[in-house]
């Protein structure tokens, strides 16, 4: 196989050109790049000759036809020029040849038949006879007028034929770009997307291998690849598809670079095809293909495939980059909006305690003034008391902030949940003032799986929600059930309830159900965010509604664990024995489910 | 926050060497032999967790460690490591006296009397005859139940953690019994519960989340 070595040096605007797909988008001196990259590594640079027109089968096919032609036609004239017919001169029926030749095989073809059919009527049919002596100038004219119509003919067929070719060609192309818009707007997303478009140029174009490398942030990644795993191949021959802005056809050139990295241990038989990505004139990445080396373009099918691909590609990439950085956008907002909301709440609720500690801790310090020892105690005890509130407060703001930044790491086990919810209303029993508190778990319900921290918080958090939202003597029930292999913990108040309306945003943080008199703003609205944020990353939900008792109803809903059987059966009363040692031992104990 | 602790121990009697960090912590401890350690995990110049093996490799001194809410893994690491109690920041003074002095009061694990029992408040284990009861009420357990709180009353005031439980009852191979080791817990306390009119064995076994249970003290004032 010969690589003509014509290097483009004169051809500066195809170099330029060609080199754009090693210059990153952008630079300014594009000339003074690429003579270094040309000089430094490419050593032949070949525009790829388009394919021959020559076709021996074609030409062959119109041959025949010609003689074909030629000899119905001497048939005929024969036939009209006999004594029984006796028409003298019946030259015009190889017009009929001339015309049908040359409309159905072209030009060529028809002015092949016309001096043919001239030379045989001359031959066969004239005085004298088997020889080329003209001796009539009608005949001369005949032979003009034959020329003229097989030139007319042949280049109306052609034109005809270049239309319909183009018309195929045309509904082909639409065809193509329809069915990849198509995969692009139906993929679920665009790296299925440009896997599929892969796929298919590999079924339609019969190219080796196809891949496609994104150029992101400075760095090359495979977006998608006929053959997923395999390392990407190699080549020092790399043909390129140079396209010009307007009507101009595209072009391959091929560069060969000895050093390329890895070239000299791959396959010297093989080249790859590079189709450049651009959209809003900026390098997005190629579309790239294997196929064997050969010295012509490749197949103008495969060409306008690839570059249709190409194009589609570079614009869906580009659409999914820009909805991309809008959803960062949008997610940025949000997180501002997110940190006023805090910046807020902080500025209201975080702001009392300390007021109240500065305060005390001021008159503890102050020394003009001179405190009894009650007085002293009493500060003592604000401070602590405003300490705590603050504690608590900034409690609920790092649960928040491990849910949000998906720190959560839920250390599951199985629970029973009657031992989380005891400790946490003994716990909170004092700011739950005097009120009426039912708890009901029955005895036999199974076990929770949760973590045994998170657990409480989140009744903690639901307790405390009810006792501050719903004033003593508001009565508080907790209870629990099991349903459908779920575990639903049921915190409900006889406070004011919440409006239907507001029940869906209760789990949202900073949300506080608009209220008016004292006590409405307390706690930073996040303390119910917190508990959805534990439940959910413990595999289980929350919900609210109204509760049978006047005020809020929240289920909070938890997977139920396996529960481990019974052990062996009590050694009461019997001596102790190496056999009830044993009983105790991992090894005597029955097989368990798995979690 | 060092200082006002070592004011409030102080004013309360104990004498307090200070350390600020590691080394100092590490020097004090040659130099004094202290009879209790607190240990706060959030040390300048390192892991708190060395102090903790380099004591109990040397002594059985007791160690009450300090650390932040949410840290449950540091403080159970701490406690694996050999240190006796936690306390949480931030805390109340008081909270901090009682925890101090609890463990200055322990003496360590209790055996089985000469008679072969083990006693904590109400409830009382025979360990030759393996029977266990509340107030003089037999309770029925299962082996399980009853090694759990064999362990349990030998440890009367101590924190246990869940690691610690389940070697002792399970053997070193628990594998997948560590997450049923709260139903046992569980099954056990409301065993204990319905033998004990009095209502004395409620506070006995205190379930610390994410870290262990805590066994009362029998002299402790019941909470």
Known sequence: MTIRRRLCRGDNRLVANWLRFETPAGTADTRAVTDRVYHRRVTSLVQLPRRPVFEPQRVLIAAVGTVAGVAAASVVVAALESPLVAIADASPVYLVSVVLVGSRFGMWAGIATAIASFLTYDLLFTEPRFSLIVADPRELLDLVLFLFLAVVVGRLSALGLERAAEATRRASESNALFAMSRILAIAPDLEAAAVEIVERLVRETGLDRVWIAVLRTGQTTILADSEPGQPIPVSAFTTSLVRTPGDAPAKWVRSHDPKAAGAASSETRSEILRVRMEADGALIGALKATRVRASGQPPRETTRLLALAADQLALAIRRDELRREATEAEIARQGDTLKSALLDAVSHDLRTPLASIRAAAGALTDPDVTLTDDATRSAGAAIDLEA???????????????????????????????????????????????????????????????????????????????????????????????????????????????????????????????????????????????????????????????????????????????????????????????????????????????? | MRRSVVANLAAHGYRVVEAGDVASALRSWDAERPDLILLDLGLPDGDGGSVVRRVRRESTTPILVLSARGAERDKVAALEAGADDYVTKPFGLAELRARVAALLRRTGGQAADPAGMVSLGPVTLDVVRHVATVGGTPVDLTPREYELLKTMLSNPGRLLTKARLLRAVWGTAYADEGHYLHVYVSRLRRKLAAADQAGETRDLIVAEPGVGYRIAEVERPRR
């Open chain 1, 388 to 595: 705590q509130r603050l504690d608590r407060l900034v409690h609920e703001v790092l649960d928040l902030s491990r849910i949000e930044a998906g720190a959560l790491r839920p250390d599951l086990e199985a629970l029973d949940i009657r031992d989380v919810v005891e400790p946490a209303v003994d716990r909170l029993r004092p700011m739950l003032g005097d009120r009426p508190v039912t708890i009901d778990l029955p005895d036999d319900l199974p076990p929770v799986r949760g973590d045994a921290v998170l657990l409480d918080t989140i009744v903690g958090n639901l307790v405390e929600n009810a006792g501050r939202y719903a004033p003593a003597p508001a009565p508080l029930a907790i209870s629990a059930a099991a349903e459908h292999g779920r575990i639903r913990l049921v915190v409900e108040d006889g406070g004011p309830g919440v409006p239907a309306q507001s029940q869906a945003q209760l789990f949202d943080k900073f949300y506080r159900v608009e209220r008016t008199g004292a006590g409405s703003r307390r706690g930073l609205g996040i303390g119910l965010a917190v508990v959805r944020g534990l439940a959910e990353g413990m595999g289980g939900g929350v919900e609210a509604g109204p509760s049978a008792l006047g005020g809020l109803r929240i289920v909070v809903e938890l997977p139920v664990a396996a529960t481990p059987p019974a052990d062996a059966p009590s050694s009461l009363g019997s001596a102790p024995t190496a056999g009830a040692e044993a009983a105790a031992s991992p090894g005597s104990e029955p097989a368990r489910t798995p979690r």
